[in-house]
Structures are given as structure tokens and as C-alpha cells.
């Protein structure tokens, strides 16, 4: 019995290690860091316990930071979650040729960098010299100003992002959609089981639990994703109407070098992910269903 | 296997041999000037951004100056990355002697950092040298190393400007001449307004990077300011007529229709590709405008508003000495003095197409009177140097973030959410209890 505690301790050693190292590490680092203020430049730190905390909470700033988050979370959704999974369906059990075909072209382009996809999205979109204005302009409408319309700019930004997700996402799902038993499906089918039956009693059962995953890593990832999009084409404007969570923290960080607040609002993020992660796993998690 | 065993001996040998010769070669140089003098440069220029004029300038002071050996050190991420190493090297007592310091850094450094005063190592030990910066250097120009206290801590090296570039052939399709570029403010929005109307093409742009450096020239030019000193503390000084009279005009532009906003990246290409007449942004954009446009690029000075005089920040760094060492600090003065005469400045210039702070570059036929010259627009640039400002810095702790805060105003007033007076207005407050 010993021994094989022995052992297995240490097999799980070099992962533990790691993650205590890279992960847990720093974030007990950055709650430390929440409590003071310092500029990264400074030889001295100053302990200023909760202020950082207090101001991010008494700011204007956080709820619309919230407000544009939870607006990127829909956009992304939308495009890397639901507009996927009705593809999939589509190219897993409606399509009779070319499957091979769409399956593919619709994936290369997650294997275009993030900066790639935003200069590109930069080049069509521009107001005065893109492709999409001289569209436009020849129908008689004027562009609008993508990149400094409050509201319009996280459309944009999730759409880049939808870029580099989608055809990864899609694949996932075309993978489960395809699993789903094909005696089943022809089963309904023998009973004249409409489309909309098929998919609502059939399909989204059957591929829950991968459908699950694909939007927990939509949302968590997606979120994540913004940093480069926004870096490069807004930095957070039309006043901070593409700021998120995450570009905050990098702004408030290496920005303005205020290490304190960026370390409040990373834990503020995190425990809102982490709420999240409770949602998911108490609620989600039982209306799922896991083959094995 | 042999044959490796061989070659790993011959190796060995060939190692000691290259050792015992280097001992010798060192003590034979150190005998012969046993007061070689070794000095530490450190930069922020990568590759892509003047290193190789930083190492060619290196050796060729190295070959001009047996007593003296000069290392260059690039320090990553500009200032910030350069101002941290700085820290950290003061702190363990190993400094380097010469450092480039960017001006928005100019009063963190004079509060914090051990730096050696130049005008007190010239009048020390380079007696000599007592009028070299007033002789060479403007009064406004050597302001820009001067902190708020008054102290001179360093000389300034790097310098840009504001200039306004227009796109020649589109003023001749609009029936304006491109020899008679507008001149102020007033000109350009008119001049934006005719090339609408007679072309169909955008008038005008004023660059939107993350910064109020373009904006701070606007404002001054009217009379605005954009810091002000209230009993002693640093307060915003933007909430003014002058200012908001000043801003209100590109936002004006922008309403009408004739001015453009959006990202300074759109703005740029769509200037390139022949989509915009007029773009007013940094003189470090001459060279990649130059050589990315279909069409003769032309820059014009800045635009001033009628019967006032320009004020323009700069952009760019200063040097700093930061050796303790008297034999040090005056192997560090004369390195500076070399990296600030003409030929070192021209050389600079061309490498990076930041304008010479000295007086006299321009015409002297080992700097850039051939250049210049040559290069009309470069020419437009120098021409500004009298009419150089600091640029304004905000203090303390949340200084940079009372910048965004300006800068997020600058998307209100130019969506045309609320007009300039009130926006800046409300932008004051909140900067204000920040500071």
C-alpha cells in the first residue's frame, strides 16, 4: 500500500510541480500584488491593503467593462457556438457530397494568426480604401466607422475572433454530430420525423456533452482571445467601448503600469469565472448527457 | 573513434593556444595604455529601429578613440524596459555611464535616479566646454531636458515633430496648388471642404495613436494648455476657450464630413493609396510615407491658428551620463559630445528620422546639408525646431492613466457625442481627481 502512494506520488509529481509553479504560484503572487501599489518600475512597493479593490468597485469603469463583456460573450457565442453547431448538423446529416470539402475550407482559417486575421479584418474593413466601402459605396450607402462606433466595435472584434475559433469549434462538434448513431437517425426517419424533431429530440441530446465543452471554451477562451484583436486595432476605444475584463487587466498592467489595480481586476475576473465554472458544473452539467 | 579522439586533442589545442595568445594580447594592451577606459551605452533601438546606426556610430567613436572602448547595451520595451534594467543595475552598484532617456520619463528620472549632472562635470573637468550647450543647442531645445525643478539632467539627442503631409495630386484634382499648402487652421478646414466637394475624397486626418501628443500641438498653438500649475500642484489646464475652440475644429471636420475618423492604421493606408488629401502626424512617418505612397508625398508645417504662434511637443529621448567614476564621466562627456556632433547626427537622422536638437546640422556639409536638400520635407520639419515644446506628462502615479482619460475624450468629441467645451470639461474633473 505504501509503495504505491509512493509511486504514485511520484508520477503525478512533475505535473503538480508545474502547476503549482506556473499557475498557483503567480496567482498567490497577484493577490499579494492586489494589496499594493507599484509602478514595475520602482524599487519600492507601498501596502495600500484594499484600496485597489475599492476604487475598481466605486469606478464607472466596471460595470461598463461588465456590460461590454457580457456583450462579447453573447457576440461570441452567437458566432463560435451556435452558428457552428447548426453548421455541423448540416454537414454531419444533410449533406449527401462536398462534406470532406466544407469540413476543410471552413477550418483553414483558424490557422491564421490572430494578428494576421485583425490586419486583414483592418484592410477590408477600412472606412475610406476597403473592399467592403467601395461594395457599399456602389450601392449608395456610406461606411460606418467600424473600429470607432461604441457597440459596433465588439461585433467586429468578435467576428475576428470568430476567424481563428469557428472552423476549430466546428470540428469538434461535426465529430460528435457524426457519432450520434446512424440507427437511431434512420429509425426517425422511417417514422416521418420531421428536421426540428430530429435535431431537438435526436441530435442535441446526443451531442450535449461536447456541445457543453465547445461553449464553456467559447466563453472562456474567446474572452481570452480579445487581448490581441484589441491590442493591435483599438486599444480599448472608442472610449473604452472595446475594453473587456481581460484587455483591463493588461491596460491597467503595462499600460498604465499600475500593478495593483491590474492584479485586482485579474482576481475580480477570475472569481467571475470561476462563478461561471460553478454555473456550469451545478447546473449545465445535469442536463447533460455523458455516454459513458 | 580514432579519428575523433584526434580531433578533439586538436581541438583542445587549438583552444589553450587561442587562450595563452589572448593573455598576452591583453597584457601587451594594457601595458601599452594602461588607462583604456571602458564605458556602458545602453539604447532602446532594435534592429528595425536604428540599431545598426547605434552600433556603426559604437565603432566608429571606438576607432577614433584608442584611450576609450565604448559597449552599447539594447535594452527591450523602450524606456519602461530600459528605466527597469536601470533600477536594477544602480541597485547592485553596477551602472552604465551613458543612457538614452525618453522624455515623458524626463521627472521620474530627476526624482529617482543617481544620474552625474553634465553642466557639472563640464565645468569639472571639461573646462573647456563651458558654453557648448548654450553655443550649439536652442534655448527650447535644451529646455527639453530640463525638469520641472529646473535641473539640467541630461542633453537632448532625439527629437520629432508634428508636420501636415498632403497628397500633391489630389490638390490639383481639387484646384488647389500644391505649392500653396494650407497654413492655418482655418486653410485646412477649407481646404478639406473643397477637396470633398470637388473629388469626392476625404480632406483630413489627425493621427489617433494612444497618445495626445498631435492634440497637445493643436491646443498650445491656440494658447490652450494641456498641464497647469494650481498653488504648487499640477492640475489639468484643458478645460479653457482656447483649448475647446481648438478641438472643436476637427471635430467640425469630422461632422461635416470632410475630416476623417477612425484608427491611425485605416487612416494611413487610406492616405497611401490616394483616399485622403491630408494627414497630419509625426515627421518619423516621412521615411515609411515616402517610400508606401503611390504619389509624391509633401509636408507642410504645422498648421497655426491666425496671428498666434505654434507650439509643438516633441517627441524622442535625452541622454543621461550615469558614471561615478571622474575618469569615466569625462570618457562619457566626450562620447556624448561625439554622438552630438553633426556627422554622428546626421548619420542618426537618416537611421532613424528623428531631427538633429543641434543647431547648425542642417547646414553643415558633414551633417545633412546634402540631405536636407534634397529632402524638402525634412527641411519643412527642422524648420520647426524653434517652435519645440516638452511634451506635457502627467504626474504621479496615475499619470498614465489620466492620460487614457484624454485620449478617451478625444473619441467623444470626434463622434460628435458632446461638443469640446463640455467634454473636455467633464475630462478635467476627472483627471483632476486623479492627479
Redesign the interface.
Known amino acids: 500500500m505504501s509503495r504505491f502512494t509512493w509511486q504514485s506520488v511520484l508520477f503525478l509529481a512533475p505535473a503538480v510541480i508545474t502547476l503549482l509553479l506556473f499557475a498557483y504560484w503567480p496567482l498567490l503572487q497577484d493577490v499579494w500584488l492586489s494589496f499594493h501599489s507599484w509602478n514595475m518600475v520602482s524599487p519600492t512597493m507601498k501596502f495600500v491593503g484594499l484600496q485597489n479593490y475599492l476604487q475598481l468597485l466605486s469606478s464607472g469603469e466596471l460595470i461598463k467593462i461588465l456590460l461590454n463583456t457580457i456583450l462579447y460573450i453573447l457576440v461570441l457565442v452567437c458566432v463560435n457556438f451556435i452558428l457552428p453547431y447548426l453548421l455541423s448538423f448540416i454537414i454531419a446529416h444533410r449533406l449527401n457530397r462536398f462534406s470532406f470539402f466544407y469540413r476543410s475550407a471552413l477550418f483553414i482559417p483558424s490557422t491564421v494568426s490572430l494578428a494576421v486575421a485583425s490586419i486583414l479584418f483592418l484592410w477590408i474593413l477600412n472606412p475610406l480604401a476597403g473592399p467592403l466601402n467601395i461594395i457599399l459605396s456602389a450601392i449608395g450607402l456610406e461606411s460606418p466607422r467600424w473600429f470607432k462606433e461604441s457597440g459596433l466595435v465588439i461585433i467586429i472584434i468578435g467576428l475576428i475572433i470568430g476567424w481563428k475559433v469557428f472552423g476549430y469549434n466546428l470540428i469538434l462538434l461535426v465529430a460528435a454530430m457524426v457519432d450520434v448513431p446512424k440507427e437511431l437517425i434512420e429509425a426517425a426517419r422511417l417514422e416521418n420525423v420531421s428536421n426540428w424533431q430530429l435535431f431537438r429530440r435526436i441530435i442535441v441530446p446526443m451531442t450535449s456533452s461536447t456541445a457543453l465543452y465547445v461553449f464553456v471554451i467559447t466563453v472562456v477562451f474567446g474572452l481570452q482571445y480579445v487581448l490581441v484583436p484589441v491590442n493591435m486595432l483599438t486599444q480599448g476605444g472608442p472610449d473604452q467601448g472595446s475594453t473587456n475584463l481581460v484587455y483591463i487587466v493588461y491596460q491597467y498592467g503595462f499600460v498604465f503600469f499600475q500593478t495593483g489595480k491590474a492584479s485586482a481586476f485579474a482576481i475580480v475576473t477570475m472569481l467571475l469565472y470561476a462563478l461561471f465554472l460553478i454555473v456550469k458544473t451545478k447546473v449545465l452539467d445535469k442536463k447533460v448527457h455523458y455516454e459513458n | 573513434m580514432k579519428k575523433i579522439t584526434q580531433l578533439v586533442v586538436l581541438l583542445c589545442i587549438g583552444a589553450f593556444t587561442i587562450l595563452a595568445l589572448g593573455c598576452g594580447n591583453s597584457q601587451n594592451t594594457s601595458s601599452k595604455t594602461p588607462s583604456k577606459v571602458m564605458i556602458e551605452y545602453w539604447h532602446v533601438n532594435a534592429e528595425s529601429f536604428g540599431g545598426p546606426s547605434v552600433k556603426q556610430l559604437v565603432e566608429q567613436f571606438n576607432k577614433e578613440n584608442p584611450d576609450i572602448e565604448v559597449v552599447e547595451k539594447y535594452n527591450p520595451d523602450m524606456y519602461?524596459g530600459l528605466?527597469?534594467n536601470l533600477?536594477a543595475a544602480m541597485?547592485s552598484g553596477k551602472n552604465p555611464d551613458v543612457v538614452q532617456m525618453g522624455y515623458s520619463y524626463l521627472n521620474?528620472a530627476g526624482e529617482?535616479l543617481k544620474y552625474a549632472s553634465i553642466p557639472d562635470i563640464i565645468t569639472k573637468l571639461s573646462p573647456e566646454d563651458n558654453s557648448y550647450l548654450q553655443d550649439n543647442f536652442l534655448p527650447n531645445v535644451l529646455a527639453l531636458a530640463t525638469t520641472d525643478d529646473g535641473k539640467q539632467i541630461g542633453i537632448p539627442y532625439s527629437v520629432s515633430v508634428p508636420v501636415l503631409y498632403y497628397n500633391p495630386d489630389v490638390f490639383k484634382q481639387a484646384g488647389l496648388d500644391p505649392n500653396q499648402p494650407p497654413r492655418t487652421w482655418q486653410e485646412v478646414t477649407q481646404y478639406a471642404k473643397t477637396i470633398k466637394e470637388k473629388t469626392g475624397i476625404?480632406g483630413f486626418f489627425m493621427q489617433e495613436y494612444?497618445d495626445n501628443w498631435a492634440q497637445q500641438a493643436l491646443i498650445e498653438s491656440n494658447g490652450g494648455q494641456i498641464l497647469a500649475k494650481k498653488d504648487g500642484r499640477t492640475m489639468a489646464g484643458f478645460d479653457t476657450p482656447e483649448a475647446s475652440e481648438a478641438y472643436q475644429v476637427l471635430a467640425d471636420m469630422v461632422k461635416n464630413g470632410n475630416g476623417?475618423?477612425?484608427?491611425n492604421?485605416?487612416?494611413f493606408?487610406?492616405f497611401l493609396?490616394g483616399?485622403?488629401g491630408m494627414v497630419c502626424t509625426t515627421i518619423g512617418k516621412r521615411d515609411n510615407f515616402e517610400k508606401s505612397a503611390k504619389f509624391t508625398v509633401m509636408a507642410a508645417q504645422f498648421p497655426s491658428f491666425e496671428g498666434k504662434t505654434r507650439r509643438l511637443p516633441a517627441g524622442g529621448n535625452l541622454l543621461m551620463i550615469f558614471s561615478q567614476d571622474p575618469d569615466k564621466q569625462k570618457a562619457a562627456w566626450r562620447f556624448v559630445k561625439f554622438l552630438e556632433s553633426p556627422g554622428a547626427l546626421a548619420l542618426w537622422s537618416k537611421g532613424t528620422g528623428y531631427l538633429p536638437p543641434r543647431k547648425g546640422v542642417t547646414e553643415d556639409p558633414q551633417g545633412l546639408k546634402d540631405f536636407a536638400e534634397q529632402n524638402k520635407n525634412m527641411q519643412v520639419a527642422m524648420s520647426q525646431m524653434p517652435e519645440v515644446v516638452k511634451w506635457a506628462s502627467f504626474p504621479g502615479?496615475?499619470g498614465?492613466?489620466a492620460e487614457?482619460a484624454l485620449?478617451?475624450?478625444r473619441?467623444?468629441i470626434?463622434?460628435g457625442k458632446q461638443s469640446a467645451a463640455d467634454a473636455l470639461k467633464q475630462a478635467a474633473a476627472k483627471i483632476n481627481s486623479m492627479l
Open positions: 519602461k528605466t527597469q533600477q541597485a521620474y529617482n476625404m494612444a476623417l475618423h477612425a484608427t492604421e485605416e487612416a493606408q487610406a493609396s483616399k485622403l502615479a496615475n498614465l492613466q487614457q485620449i478617451d475624450v473619441d467623444i470626434l463622434s
